[in-house]
C-alpha cells in the first residue's frame, strides 16, 4: 500500500539549533515534493518545491533534500527560532495524478 | 489579494443536520481542492473541482457528501445528515493551474472550516 511516513513524536530542539524532519514514502512515483508549515488553527502553507530530478533546494535557512533511491525526503532549518515552532508536512504528487498527497506531519518545538 | 476565504470559520449541527461549507479561491485561481483533517491525523484529500466540473471525486465518502463549484460564486462542500464522526476541520485549496500540469504547483489553503457535531 501508498505511504508517507513523518516522525509522529514532536521534535524538540533549542534555538540556535538545526532541526532536520524526515519524510519517507513508498509505493509512490513522485513528479515532486512539498513541505508546508501548519499553525495550530491554521491552514498549511507552502515552504518549498523540490522536482524528481533534484537534489537539494534551498530558501534562506530552509533546505530541502529528495532522494528517489531511498525514498525520502529531508527537511532542514538552519538557526532555528522559536517562532519556526509548528507542524511541517511533507506532501507529494504522484506521477499521473492531479491531487496532493499528504503526510500527517511532525510537530517542531524550538525552545529559548 | 485576500487569499483562499472559507467561512464559516466554525459551524455546530446537531445529528441528522446539513452542513454547508463554502470556498472562494483566490483571485485567478480556477482549481478548488477540499480536504479533511481529523485530529492526530493527516490532511485527506477530498475532491478536486475546476469551474462546473468535478476532476477528481476519489476521496468522498460515496454517501452524504458533495461538492460543487458553479460558474458563479463560491465552491459548497455539502455533507448532509451529519454525524458525530463528520466532525473535524475541512479545508479548502487553490492553485491555479492543474497539479503536475507544468510539473510545479503549490497549493494556497484557506483557514479552514471546523465542523462540530453534536
Known amino acids: 500500500s501508498q505511504k508517507i511516513e513523518q516522525n509522529s513524536e514532536a521534535l524538540n530542539i533549542q534555538e540556535g539549533k538545526t532541526a532536520t524532519l524526515t519524510c519517507n514514502y513508498t509505493?509512490?512515483?513522485?513528479?515532486?515534493l512539498q513541505w508546508y508549515r501548519q499553525d495550530p488553527g491554521r491552514g498549511p502553507v507552502f515552504l518549498l518545491l523540490i522536482r524528481e530530478n533534484e537534489k537539494e533546494k534551498r530558501k534562506e535557512r530552509l533546505k530541502v533534500t529528495f532522494d528517489t533511491t531511498l525514498k525520502q525526503s529531508l527537511f532542514h532549518i538552519t538557526a532555528s527560532q522559536p517562532a519556526d515552532s509548528a507542524t511541517y508536512l511533507c506532501?507529494?504528487?504522484?506521477?499521473?495524478?492531479?491531487?496532493?498527497?499528504f503526510g500527517k506531519g511532525t510537530m517542531l518545538l524550538v525552545s529559548p | 489579494n485576500a487569499g483562499v476565504m472559507q467561512n464559516p470559520r466554525h459551524l455546530v449541527r446537531r445529528r441528522g443536520q446539513e452542513a454547508r461549507l463554502r470556498c472562494s479561491p483566490m483571485?485567478?485561481?480556477?482549481?478548488v481542492y477540499w480536504y479533511r483533517q481529523l485530529p492526530e491525523e493527516g490532511l485527506k484529500f477530498m475532491v478536486y473541482l475546476q469551474k462546473e466540473n468535478i476532476i477528481d471525486e476519489s476521496g468522498m465518502p460515496k454517501e452524504r457528501f458533495s461538492a460543487e463549484f458553479p460558474k458563479e460564486g463560491p465552491s459548497i462542500l455539502r455533507i448532509q445528515q451529519v454525524v458525530r464522526g463528520d466532525s473535524a476541520a475541512y479545508f479548502c485549496?487553490?492553485?491555479?493551474?492543474?497539479?503536475?500540469?507544468?510539473?510545479?504547483?503549490?497549493?494556497?489553503f484557506g483557514a479552514g472550516s471546523r465542523l462540530t457535531v453534536l
Open positions: 483571485k485567478g485561481h480556477s482549481h
Open positions: 509505493n509512490y512515483s513522485p513528479a515532486y
Open positions: 485549496a487553490s492553485s491555479p493551474l492543474r497539479q503536475g500540469a507544468d510539473g510545479a504547483n503549490v497549493l494556497t
Open positions: 506532501a507529494l504528487l504522484n506521477s499521473g495524478y492531479s491531487t496532493l498527497t
